[in-house]
């Protein structure tokens, strides 16, 4: 990490297994990404001032997909939490 939060573009995590053989890579700052989606969002958050139109359409369509796939998540998170809960009541109510 440099002294400004910022990661130096060889200080990545590994990539997935079933990364492809191309990385998607960004034309504004070199960053490279294991797929198109990510360098969508990648573009949207990061350079959203120097986007062209089709740019902007996959960053929102990146958005959209994204915020899906968190909400299926968070109701994920929500029904194991309320069964590990639930399950802990009736344990100590038998165990009473």
């Known amino acids: 990490m440099t002294g400004d939060g910022s990661r130096p573009a060889g200080d990545r995590d590994a990539p ?16 490279r990404f294991v797929d198109t989606r990510l360098l969508a969002l990648h573009r949207g958050l990061t350079h959203s001032g120097r986007l062209t ?19 299926l998540f968070r109701l994920k998170a929500l029904g194991a939490l309320l069964v590990v809960y639930f399950g802990f009541i009736f344990v100590y109510a038998f165990v009473l």
């Open 16 to 31: 997935p297994a079933e990364a492809p053989s191309e990385p998607a890579v960004c034309a504004y700052c070199g960053d």
């Open 53 to 71: 139109d089709d740019e902007r359409a996959a960053y929102r369509e990146a958005r959209a997909d994204e915020r899906d796939e968190l909400r």
